[in-house]
């Protein structure tokens, strides 16, 4: 019983997060509507893509404390109905403020529902398994989720009209609370208890825990330059197919397809790798290497290298990013499992520093240094930051698949 719970939870959760970034990404085919209907500009269209951004960055801690103060299941379903709810609020806007106001709830929704997904899905999958668990809603649902919202919402767009394309993508929000709120079972494992995910948890002592610990800000520095040149390849790579290498644009838009579907790939390979082979360490080091590696790579390429990079930086950004957000629930020493969504959320708006300035950072060196140096100036940002992970202490040995592999880093 206790098994089939297990991967009932996690099937739930998964589903969740299907709809997490769905709700993210279905306004990108409604771009053309936004701009006939509203009469918006490129640069107002930014700032909605921005808005959601937003949102997300600033919820991260103040929803791992909602989730301390209440439970991970309140705050998991306050997270998908706040999202849902910014979700019909755009759909039903008729001027660039109040969707500009929706966006930003949608941001809030999500920021407060990852934190508290992971907290419960370390709680009920720990050891050998919770960085495949993580791999599999960090990894496979997260791409699989902006996939149906970038691609499949572009038919339902040309269908429906972005109106109702938005509002059937809220409605996926509002079937997952429902089956959140009914089906989801309780985890009963005698170390965790129920206690664990239910509230009561916010205390000096528990912001302790999470504020003042020397890893959580380590690991949040080890991933700030792989986060942001992670999405700034998503957003740009491209453009810049387009500019230096005359692709045409669905040739070019295939390298951010390419580079979204390698992710699916990573999460699930990710997981695997740092539960059974290297441990979680020596797997994000690896793979934060070889996305550095492919950020140097990108001017010196043609059409066809320029594909297998994308692959490259896709797969391995997720790679790395599925041990680093399971490490919380790795200390179990130092965090309690009421503190990892807190903790996720402290590790987060730190790596959202990279993600706001590193797309800065290459447009302001590619406009006076070429672009590439701008290349170059992604891949020092992960590299140099991934050093930090040198600092941070190995976690209890009794996870680890090979301990021995994690203490060569050490």
Request: proline content about 3%.
């Amino acid at each position: 019983m206790r098994m089939n719970s297990r991967w009932v939870a996690l099937a739930i959760i998964f589903v969740s997060f299907l709809q997490f970034t769905l709700n993210w990404f279905n306004l990108v085919p409604a771009f053309g509507g936004l701009i006939a209907d509203l009469h918006l500009s490129l640069p107002q269209v930014g700032v909605v893509i921005g808005m959601f951004i937003a949102g997300y960055g600033l919820a991260h801690i103040p929803g791992g404390m909602l989730a301390e103060a209440y439970g991970m299941r309140f705050a998991m379903l306050f997270g998908i109905a706040v999202e849902t709810a910014g979700t019909v609020l755009s759909a039903a806007a008729h001027s660039y403020d109040v969707l500009l106001v929706g966006r930003f709830i949608c941001g809030v929704g999500g920021s407060v529902y990852i934190g508290s997904a992971i907290g419960l899905t370390t709680a009920w999958f720990r050891d050998h398994e919770l960085a495949t668990a993580n791999g599999l809603i960090t990894g496979v649902a997260f791409t699989v989720g902006a996939s149906l919202g970038l691609y499949l919402w572009t038919d339902i767009v040309a269908a429906l009209g972005w109106r109702a394309a938005l509002l059937l993508g809220a409605t996926v929000g509002a079937i997952t609370f429902v089956a959140l709120l009914w089906l989801f079972p309780v985890p009963l494992d005698a170390r965790d208890s129920a206690r664990g995910v239910a509230g009561n948890h916010l205390n000096l002592a528990a912001l302790r825990r999470t504020f003042g610990n020397r890893n959580l800000w380590l690991l949040g520095l080890s991933f700030l330059g792989a986060y942001g040149s992670y999405f700034t390849a998503a957003q740009l790579l491209p453009a810049y197919g387009v500019t230096h290498l005359q692709l045409e644009p669905a040739a070019a838009n295939s390298l951010g397809v390419v580079l979204l579907t390698a992710g699916a790939v990573g999460g699930a390979v990710g997981g695997w790798l740092a539960d059974k082979v290297f441990g979680v360490i020596p797997t994000m080091v690896g793979a934060l290497i070889i996305e550095s590696v492919a950020l140097i790579l990108i001017p010196h390429l043609g059409a066809t290298g320029l594909l297998i990079a994308a692959a490259a930086i896709g797969g391995m950004g997720i790679l790395a990013f599925v041990p680093w957000i399971a490490m919380p629930g790795l200390y179990r020493d130092e965090i309690e499992l009421s503190d990892i969504p807190t903790a996720c959320g402290l590790m987060l708006t730190i790596v959202a520093v990279g993600g706001v300035t590193l797309p800065a950072l290459y447009g302001w060196v590619a406009t006076r240094y070429g672009y590439t140096n701008a290349w170059t100036a992604l891949a020092a940002a992960s590299f140099v930051s991934m050093m930090f992970c040198f600092l941070v202490r190995r976690p209890d040995t009794a996870h680890n698949g090979n301990a021995h592999a994690e203490a060569a880093f050490k």
